[in-house]
């Protein structure tokens, strides 16, 4: 069974990093693109960024909004995908998901639970 | 960057209802387009890819349709579990982009 769950969310004062983790399971992970999307509080799905597979050299993307901000990474040896968010803005309050996204254009099949950023003073 | 146009934002809608939702996209993107659900506190679960391809899994009375800048989703008889908030998104070129959502409510 495919499961993502992540983890690390929290209370972080502007200007301040947090790491988001994202255990996965139930998959060969190093062979799948894994999706950031956010949600903000009571508004709409906002995507953050996308790690490719091994056979694309885990190559990244982010959406402009956090790019030079936020970083993608992922431990294949621990199935772990990450999201380290640097210079936080009140705006990046939301919940965090990791999805798994499936390449050619299939979109995300499964989603972690959600985890809560909270950026505030 | 690519922006999509849902509506109506907001529908309200009877059990038995046939409903659709027209997702418009600010350029060409192909059939690069997929539809999740979300229900409250959960998280969203894709319904549609490929504008028109069913996920497996998801009721057969749940459709897709359209290619290039229109789309829609269509319900062709709503049930109970299908009161949610649905979002199209597109997958042709970077950012990816979600339409703002329409929220399905019990009439």
């Known amino acids: 069974e495919v499961q993502l769950v992540e983890s690390g969310g929290g209370l972080v004062q502007p200007g301040g990093s947090l790491r988001l983790s994202c255990a996965a399971s139930?998959?060969?992970?190093?062979?799948?693109?894994m999706d950031w999307v956010r949600q903000a509080p009571g508004k709409g799905l906002e995507w953050v960024g996308r790690?490719?597979?091994?056979?694309?050299?885990?190559?990244?993307e982010y959406a402009a909004s956090v790019k030079g901000r936020f970083t993608i990474s992922r431990d294949n040896s621990k199935n772990s995908l990450y999201l380290q968010m640097d210079s936080l803005k009140s705006e990046d309050t939301a919940i965090y998901y990791c999805?798994?996204?499936?390449?050619?254009?299939?979109?995300?099949?499964?989603w972690g639970q959600g985890t809560l950023v909270t950026v505030s003073s | 960057d690519i922006q999509l146009t849902q509506s109506p934002s907001f529908l309200s809608a009877s059990v038995g209802d046939r409903v659709t939702i027209t997702c418009r996209a600010s350029q060409g993107i192909s059939s690069y387009l997929v539809w999740y659900q979300q229900k409250p506190g959960k998280a969203p679960k894709l319904l549609i890819y490929g504008a028109s391809t069913l996920q497996s899994g998801v009721p057969s009375r749940v459709s897709g349709s359209g290619s290039g800048t229109e789309f829609t989703l269509t319900i062709s008889s709503l049930q109970p579990e299908d009161f949610a908030t649905y979002y199209c998104q597109q997958l042709n070129s970077f950012p990816l982009t979600f339409g703002g959502g329409t929220k399905v409510e019990i009439k």
């Open positions: 999805a798994r996204y499936i390449s050619g254009h299939q979109g995300c099949d499964y």
């Open positions: 790690t490719r597979n091994k056979a694309n050299s885990y190559t990244t």
């Open positions: 139930g998959f060969t992970f190093s062979d799948h693109y």
